[in-house]
C-alpha cells in the first residue's frame, strides 16, 4: 500500500503500535471501504443528472435532488424495498464474517474478532470471473492498485457528500458551473 510519491503514509501513528494480526485487521477495513466507496462514488453520479439511472425507483420523471437524498426517496416510495437492500447487505456481510474471521466462540477472550489464521484480507474467494491473476507479482500490483483506488475514492465520496450537504445541489450541476 505504499506507493510514491506518498510512500508510506501514518500520520497518527497507529502502524508504529500496531502487532501484525492488528495491521492485517486495520487492512481488511481499509479494503472493504475502499470497495464500498468505489461504488459509492460512481453511484452518485450514475443517479443523478444527466445520466439519472437508479435501479430501485424511476428518477427520469421527478426532480429528487442530490444523491445524498436518494435513500429517502427508496424508503418513501418502497419501505420494503430498504429493509430488501438491508437485508442484502447483511447476509453479504455475515458471508465475509464467516470466511475471514474467526468464529467469537473460538476465539481468545483477551483478543476478541481475531481474522483467521490462512485469510489474506479482502479475499473472500469471490472471483466469478476469473480475474484474479496466478502470479504472486500481478496478484500483488493488482490489490496495491485497488487499495490506492479505495483510497482515492473515500476522499472522493467524502468531498461529493461534504459538497452536497453544504449547497444542496447535484454534483453535475456543480461541475457545470
Known amino acids: 500500500g505504499a506507493l510514491p510519491p506518498v510512500g508510506f503514509f501514518d500520520p497518527l501513528g497507529f502502524a ?5 494480526l492488528t495491521l492485517k485487521k486495520y487492512r481488511e477495513a481499509e479494503l472493504q471501504h475502499g470497495r464500498v466507496a468505489m461504488l459509492a462514488a460512481i453511484g452518485m453520479l450514475v443517479t443523478e443528472e ?11 420523471n421527478k426532480d429528487i435532488g442530490p444523491a445524498i437524498r436518494h435513500l ?12 430488501g437492500l438491508v437485508i442484502l447487505i447483511g447476509s453479504l456481510e455475515i ?21 483467521q489464521a490462512g485469510y489474506y484480507p479482502g479475499d473472500i474467494g469471490f472471483d466469478p470471473l476469473g ?4 502470479d504472486a507479482d500481478e496478484l500483488f500490483e493488482l490489490q496495491t492498485k485497488e487499495l490506492q483506488n479505495g483510497r482515492l475514492a473515500m476522499l472522493a465520496f467524502a468531498g461529493a457528500c461534504a459538497q452536497e450537504l ?3 445541489t447535484p454534483l453535475w450541476e456543480n461541475l457545470q458551473g
Open 16 to 20: 508504529e503500535k500496531a502487532d501484525e
Open 50 to 60: 444527466p445520466i439519472e439511472f437508479h435501479p430501485l425507483f424511476e428518477a427520469d
Open 72 to 83: 429517502d426517496e427508496v424508503d418513501s416510495v418502497s419501505p420494503w424495498g430498504l429493509i
Open 95 to 115: 458471508n465475509r464474517a464467516q470466511v475471514g474471521w474467526e468464529n467469537p466462540s473460538d476465539g481468545r477472550f483477551d483478543q476478541p474478532g481475531g481474522l
Open 131 to 134: 480475474l484474479k491473476p496466478e
Open 166 to 168: 453544504v449547497n444542496s
